[in-house]
């Protein structure tokens, strides 16, 4: 697998049982894709079947979201997958008992979120009484580094496309992460080239000042249709934002939404903008989050207290289902911890 191009995210709707085998068979083609050794394919298989079948029994609205974990790949030691589920179901009223073996509620075997637990490297879930259920798996590759605890993506194409004009990237750095989010003008394949061009640049320059990295990109994205872009670096207790053209950035905890920003008029590989970094204060587990326009910005608007404490995959997966806007493509990226991480 090729680490330089940000993979496009598999969503897998959960609107009838037959959905739980599909959600299998594409989480063990993915895993074969990346190239994950043994049996972890059959495991990624088991991991995407439990949990559409949870979904597919208990609530609506549901869906799967699989993909190479951000940072993944870098290394045959770095591979790892992410599934992620997400429902406007009725909730879990007791998440204990839920991941107890053999507990079901449905007169089955009681296998399900007992035995997701115990494949995945690592897992994360979240329910609401009345609000839904969110569940992320990590399956990595035995005795490699679990890469981005404190990170969640997502990057979606637009509906009727296959391939997602927008990219991102990350990169851990002395003490921080400095993560890209681009948008590639339109959509469809020049796009992609646009977004995937941007995102090979800011692998070779990523430790550079923030406006330094955006007069890269506009150098690297001359002769093609161009992009709006965003780069954030978020370190302790501070975090620094560039950018150019509509993607936004906004900073969550449990206390609410603390910032917003936006880029500077212009497009990156055309008319650049002289480049300017925004500093500001990130108070301990507050998390930084860039998207595209395909993801309705109104979700700052009194979002719900629980959404703001997910931690950075289910606060990305949870966006991309419930405010993304299908006619666009649609990228979130969540860099930090915010308060409920483990």
């Not at 697998?1 to 594409?26: E, G, K």
């Not at 949990?51 to 597919?56: E, G």
């Not at 917003?260 to 008319?271: D, E, P, R, S």
């Not at 703001?308 to 606060?315: D, E, N, Q, R, V």
Request: neutral net charge; charged residues 15%; contains cysteine.
């Amino acid at each position: 697998m090729n680490a330089l191009v940000t993979p496009t995210t598999l969503h897998v709707p959960i609107d009838h049982h037959s959905a739980v085998q599909t959600a299998a068979n594409r989480a063990r083609a993915l895993a074969h894709t990346c190239r994950m050794p043994g049996a972890l394919p059959d495991q990624a298989a088991v991991l995407a079947s439990e949990l559409a079948s949870n979904i597919s029994k208990h609530a609506s609205n549901g869906a799967l979201f699989l993909q190479p974990s951000p940072l993944s790949g870098r290394s045959p030691l770095d591979t790892a997958l992410d599934i992620v589920a997400v429902d406007n179901g009725p909730g879990i009223p007791d998440i204990g008992l839920s991941l107890t073996d053999g507990y079901s509620t449905t007169k089955t075997m009681g296998a399900g979120l007992g035995a997701v637990r115990r494949i995945a490297t690592d897992f994360a879930l979240r329910s609401a009484a009345g609000g839904g259920t969110l569940a992320h798996a990590r399956l990595a590759v035995p005795q490699g580094r679990r890469p981005g605890a404190d990170i969640g993506a997502l990057c979606l194409p637009a509906a009727g496309e296959q391939i997602c004009g927008d990219g991102y990237a990350v990169v851990e750095g002395d003490g921080n992460w400095t993560g890209l989010v681009i948008d590639g003008l339109g959509h469809g394949p020049e796009a992609a080239a646009a977004s995937q061009r941007a995102v090979r640049t800011f692998l070779s320059c990523a430790d550079a000042p923030l406006p330094e990295v955006l007069s890269a990109l506009h150098s690297a994205l001359r002769h093609t249709r161009g992009a709006a872009a965003a780069a954030v670096r978020v370190g302790s207790g501070r975090a620094e934002y560039c950018g150019v053209g509509n993607i936004r950035a906004a900073a969550v905890s449990v206390h609410g939404v603390h910032r917003q920003l936006t880029g500077h008029a212009g497009i990156v590989g055309y008319n650049l903008p002289t480049p300017r970094s925004r500093v500001f204060d990130l108070p301990d587990r507050t998390a930084v989050v860039l998207y595209t326009d395909g993801i309705d910005h109104r979700w700052t608007q009194d979002p719900p207290p629980g959404r703001l404490s997910l931690p950075p995959a289910l606060l990305a997966a949870s966006l991309a289902h419930t405010h993304r806007r299908h006619r666009d493509d649609a990228t979130v990226l969540a860099l930090g911890s915010p308060l409920g991480i483990g």
